[in-house]
């Protein structure tokens, strides 16, 4: 079973920056690809961002291209979600999640195993 722990998430005016890590409890990550989702309420989650876990691979919603970077450090055992130019409507519960695959290159847009328990992210206009 892995343990994922998000932070990094809070209270941002619209166009400021802010970094999400997320990090596996008591295991090494390096087998596996990681994503970042977010869910607005009433609404379902959605995949924002993917990484395979060679990270050389990456993929973005449309809503968050050029906006949002994912990466990871796999010697610091972290991946991360870099949010700059945020917008109200990036206001959501953001949840980290991992995926363990044999193949480094592989980025996955959904069909995660592993789940973080969300970290708030509330952009104010």
């Known amino acids: 079973q892995v343990r994922l722990v998000e932070s990094g998430g809070g209270l941002v005016q619209a166009g400021g920056s802010l970094r999400l890590s997320c990090a596996p409890s008591?295991?090494?990550?390096?087998?596996?690809?990681m994503g970042w989702f977010r869910q607005h309420p009433g609404k379902e989650r959605e995949s924002v961002a993917a990484?395979?876990?060679?990270?050389?691979?990456?993929y973005y919603a449309d809503s968050v291209k050029g906006r949002f970077t994912i990466s990871r450090d796999n010697a610091k055992n972290t991946v991360y979600l870099q949010m700059s130019s945020l917008k109200p409507e990036d206001t959501a519960v953001y949840y980290c999640?991992?995926?363990?695959?044999?193949?480094?290159?592989?980025?996955?847009?959904?069909?995660?195993?592993?789940w973080g328990q969300g970290t708030q992210v509330t952009v104010s206009s």
């Open positions: 008591g295991r090494t990550f390096s087998s596996y690809a």
């Open positions: 999640a991992a995926k363990q695959t044999a193949v480094p290159g592989r980025v996955f847009q959904y069909e995660y195993d592993y």
């Open positions: 990484i395979s876990w060679s990270g050389g691979n990456t």
